[in-house]
Structure formats: C-alpha cells, structure tokens
C-alpha cells in the first residue's frame, strides 16, 4: 500500500483551544501526522509519496467558495484587524439573525463561519488544509488508477466540516471531497466508512441527498460526544438519499466486542450497497487512552478491524481524521492499515 504525505501539514501548529472552560494546549498537533508516518515507514508499509496539487476546482465541487475565500484570507485579515494569536469566534449567528448575506467584519465572519469553539484558525491553516485535500485526492487518483489500496495521511482532519463550516480542527471535507472526484472519474458508487470517535457531521451532511454516496459513521452517543447535534439513529438520508446513510452512536465505555457489532453490521451494508470504491475515515481515537473520548478499543483490536474491512474486497482509500493519544496514534493507525493488507 503506498502513503501519501506532505510536510505542510507542519505549517497550521495551533498553539491553544478552549476545551473544559479552559485554554489548554492544542490536541491536534503535528507531533499526529510525524508519527503516523514513522510507523508506516518502520513497518514498510510501502512507498510514501508527496501529493499532487490539484488546485481549488476539487474543492469547490464540495465547499461554498465564498467560504474557501475566508479560510485562505482569515489569518491575513485578522492580523490586519490589529489582532494577535490565532483566529477564533466571538459572536456567532443563530437562527434568530438574518443570514441571507456574508459579513465582511473578520469576527463577524469567523462567527458565521464557525461550528465549534474548540477550533481556532492560526497562521498556515489555510495552506496546511488545502494541502490535506491534495494528500486525500492523491491517494483518491491512485485507487481510480487500479492501485487497490491507499493511505492518505491527511492533517488537519476534515470530517467534520460540512459545505461551509469549520470545527471540530477541521476545515476541507477530505473524505468527501476524495469521494465525489471518484464519483466524476468513472465510479458510480462509492461507500464511506467512518470509524473515528465522533460523528462524521460535515460529511453526513454533504450527502445526505445523495444515493451515489452511502456514509456509514460508527461514533460516541451524540447526546454524550462531540458534535451532539447530529448522527443520531434516525437519521437516514433524504429525498434520493433516503437509506443510504447509516449511523451507529454509542455509549461511554463501549469496548472492542460491542463496536465490532456495529462494524460489521455497516459492513454488510456496504456489501449489499456493492460500491466500486471505499473510503474509511480513519480516527484512532476509539482507543482507550485518547484523552477526549470515551470508548475503550485496545491497540490489537485496530489489527482486527482493518482486516474485518479487507473482507469486502473493494479497493479502498484510508482518509486519516482524529486520535489525540500522542503516543500510540502511529502504533493504533498502522495497525488498521497492516490489518488491512495482512
């Protein structure tokens, strides 16, 4: 299987967010991406190639481009608004406010434009995200090309942002963005498979009236986890989407035996789904340890599940998304992955 990673992902290094009522250091950092493509490389996974720049055109299929202006020009009119540090919201609109126009004040705008307080916008966000695009549409290239499997080590994540929102660390859907250039390059049908922690809510939302693209999302009860205000069971899909989106919530302390019900479950849907493609949004933050959820997978449990996936035998492209344990994120994540090719 080869790797596809590039070192801008260095240049978005939020130095803090708001997490618990408090300004903590920032749990998506570079130190994620650096060790995950250590692991890969320790266990010879394969060859680990730089992406191609495929420009904005990929991205506008999925995201509003008045909201791509915004990520590329936030930090530079942020600065330039006499303000310092990173970029985040103060005020944010509501569905009491007349949003029929975009605002041109850059807090205003960072309030419209924003789903989550935890996520703040530093210098190089923006050319760290488009980058992270690129990585997961490189490795979108190589399954359309016949390779049967890739790793996309994309930072910063992206399943959480929805066509013009960003939050939860992310800005550029990347598994949606890589699932619609497989769609316009030949596949009629192409599967997502979530199995990070949280709920995939920006790609659930992309799709969600579409039967090309079936999403399935294993994650933390949203009545207990992030982002708490979508991927609940009811939510199937609507208009031509109508059952083809899947959600799987859980409760705290669920363990590798109960998860994999779910799994294979969303498994045997894709199976009967028959795509020509698969995406698995990989989070290692399912694992026991990582400090902002609460399931309690053990790093030998991801070898298992990435070869439970291999069972479909559908090429397949892993997006990389979340995993906050620093230590463990490279063991956990190249676990899925030699599963898979094991």
């Not at 929805?162 to 316009?184: E, K, S, T």
Request: hydrophobic share 35%; charged share 20%; aromatic share 12%.
């Amino acid at each position: 299987m080869k790797g596809i990673f590039s070192p801008k992902h260095k240049l978005r290094n939020p130095q803090s967010e708001l997490f618990g009522g408090e300004i903590v250091e920032s749990f998506e950092i570079p130190q994620r991406a650096e060790h995950v493509l250590q692991e890969f490389n320790k266990r010879n996974i394969g060859e680990v190639i730089e992406p191609i720049d495929f420009g904005v055109e990929p991205l506008l299929k999925i995201h509003d481009s008045k909201y791509l202006d915004f990520l590329e020009s936030c930090h530079r009119d942020w600065e330039l608004a006499g303000n310092t540090g990173d970029a985040s919201a103060l005020s944010w609109s509501s569905n009491t406010m007349d949003n029929s126009s975009t605002p041109n004040d850059i807090n205003a705008k960072l309030g419209y434009y924003c789903l989550s307080a935890d996520t703040f916008i530093c210098k190089g966000t923006w050319e760290a995200a488009k980058e992270s695009a690129n990585v997961a549409l490189t490795g979108a290239n190589l399954i359309i090309n016949e390779e049967y499997s890739a790793f996309s080590m994309c930072r910063p994540p992206g399943h959480h942002a929805p066509r013009d929102r960003f939050g939860g660390y992310c800005f550029i859907n990347n598994a949606a963005v890589a699932a619609q250039y497989m769609i316009d390059n030949g596949s009629s049908k192409v599967a997502i498979l979530d199995v990070d922690f949280h709920h995939c809510n920006g790609t659930q939302s992309i799709f969600y009236d579409r039967s090309d693209i079936m999403v399935c999302s294993l994650h933390g009860n949203p009545d207990e986890a992030f982002p708490y205000f979508s991927g609940f069971k009811n939510e199937t899909g609507e208009g031509p989407g109508k059952g083809y989106n899947f959600n799987y919530p859980m409760p705290p302390n669920t363990d590798y035996f109960e998860w994999q019900k779910a799994l294979l479950s969303a498994i045997e849907l894709i199976n009967k789904f028959a795509p020509n493609k698969l995406i698995v949004s990989l989070g290692s933050d399912t694992f026991k340890n990582d400090p902002i959820s609460f399931f309690k997978l053990e790093s030998e449990d991801f070898f298992d599940y990435g070869s439970k996936i291999s069972n479909l035998k559908i090429p397949t492209l892993f997006v990389m998304e979340g995993g906050y344990a620093i230590d463990d994120i490279g063991i956990n994540m190249i676990n899925v992955i030699e599963g898979f090719e094991t």
